[in-house]
């Protein structure tokens, strides 16, 4: 199928792009960008006119719950909440029963994704066997068997020395470090959100800045010993930001993300009763929320991922310290950033192209998120004016926990393309479509 793009704004990073063009698809690949491509009687035409058109978005960090947890979330269901929030790749992550550790388990992944996923699925491979922390997984052979990553997500590989030993053998490898910083000796029993006055007014455990800061600042020192690539998942601390100029100023091989949820809520707007506010890591002060903005606008923080992280109803409906950790959120992303971000003039849209496409290609050393002629024709349309509210019960994702039910936001998915092919299209667009 070849497919014309026709009055969208273009903008790629890559080429620094950003203006009114028509794009054309051919065999997968993108063929040719200009401002006036006339079809063709076998064309297959989209009308792009007042959205953007940017390389397909890459989510660094999701939860697929598969194998093992799959009344939660499998490949078909994520993959498909993924592409319908405008996503072409995705990276899973390996806490799944059993853990991601082998080479056996990453294939297990990647061949049912190209059999059933409309998009491209990305197996992470576990640091530590069962993520036990004691003895190191296969990396080199997972590594053979294409995982992007090595993670531990979830929680930190404590024992310092086995870390160090891993991240030596993903930067043998080529391949980053995605780390999740946290340090569960330094948390309230059963700390379950923010540790602060709100908070504490609640009558609920908290989990202090320095459970994530402690770990990220050793992450850091390690990663420079080892000469490894890190990359620091879901950042929500002022401190965590700080850091992370640092290193960067230093001249370290060190990234971050922020999450919608981080950059877009505080701990004073948790409801006790609704467990849906319940992530790790938390939702933190007014003051940790203005630097994680003030890191994207100024581009300390490189990614933004969404932490995709689905539950059951029931798993959900338990009071806040019992229930699981975590939202979904590929279904958001994209309206969360325009209407927090762009439309708020804290990034702009080429930002938001670079932090949720470009960046995070380049983090896993992919030759997606492009626009250039000749690239694979991973293609995200996003209409930034359409407005609508959020309604999980017409998430494609099997988790419907979100805390965003209900919220007026702008900015909609209008077709998700992935190597030259239909992954996503919404309804609106999906009539035009000829």
Not at 26 to 47: C, H, L, M
Not at 170 to 182: D, G, L, Q, R, W
Request: aromatic fraction near 4%; hydrophobic fraction near 35%; include cysteine.
């Amino acid at each position: 199928m070849n497919i014309l793009i026709k009055n969208g704004r273009v903008i790629d990073p890559a080429t620094k792009t950003d203006k009114i063009s028509d794009l054309y698809i051919e065999a997968g690949k993108i063929k040719e960008i200009k401002d006036e491509i006339t079809p063709s009687k076998q064309d297959k035409v989209i009308d792009a006119k007042g959205c953007y058109v940017m390389p397909g978005l890459i989510d660094l960090h999701v939860h697929l719950r598969d194998p093992g947890l799959t009344y939660k979330e499998d490949i078909v269901s994520g993959s498909k909440a993924a592409a319908k929030g405008g996503f072409t790749t995705i990276l899973a992550m390996p806490n799944t029963k059993p853990v991601i550790d082998c080479a056996d388990r990453v294939k297990y992944v990647h061949n049912k994704a190209k059999e059933m996923a409309p998009i491209h699925v990305l197996q992470i491979g576990a640091v530590t066997k069962g993520q036990a922390g004691e003895e190191l997984s296969k990396i080199k052979e997972m590594a053979d068997a294409g995982i992007p990553a090595i993670s531990e997500d979830g929680k930190s590989v404590m024992n310092a020395g086995l870390y160090k030993e891993a991240m030596k053998i993903a930067a043998e490898c080529n391949i980053p470090v995605f780390a999740h910083c946290e340090d569960k000796s330094l948390m309230e029993v059963k700390g379950c959100v923010n540790s602060d006055e709100y908070t504490k007014e609640l009558g609920l455990p908290g989990i202090s800045n320095a459970v994530e800061d402690v770990i990220v600042a050793r992450d850091i020192l390690l990663a420079k010993e080892a000469g490894a690539k890190l990359h620091l998942c879901h950042c929500s601390t002022k401190d965590s930001v700080e850091m992370i100029r640092l290193a960067k100023e230093e001249g370290l091989d060190v990234t971050g993300e922020v999450c919608p949820h981080h950059f877009t809520l505080t701990s004073d707007e948790i409801d006790k009763d609704d467990s849906n506010y319940k992530m790790n890591p938390p939702l933190r002060t007014k003051e940790d929320k203005e630097a994680l903005l003030e890191g994207l606008k100024n581009d300390i923080i490189d990614v933004i991922s969404t932490d995709h992280a689905p539950h059951s109803r029931d798993e959900k409906n338990q009071p806040m310290e019992d229930a699981p950790f975590g939202i979904v959120g590929l279904e958001t992303s994209v309206a969360l950033t325009i209407t927090e971000l762009v439309e708020k003039g804290i990034i702009t849209p080429m930002q938001m192209a670079e932090k949720m496409s470009y960046n995070p290609a380049q983090v896993i050393h992919s030759n997606k998120g492009t626009l250039k002629v000749g690239a694979p024709a991973d293609v995200t349309i996003i209409d930034p004016e359409k407005e609508y509210v959020i309604d999980s019960m017409t998430f494609l994702s099997r988790g419907k926990n979100t805390p965003f039910n209900g919220w007026k936001v702008k900015g909609m998915v209008k077709a998700t393309i992935c190597d030259g092919k239909i992954a996503y299209m919404n309804q609106e667009a999906a009539k035009n479509f000829k």
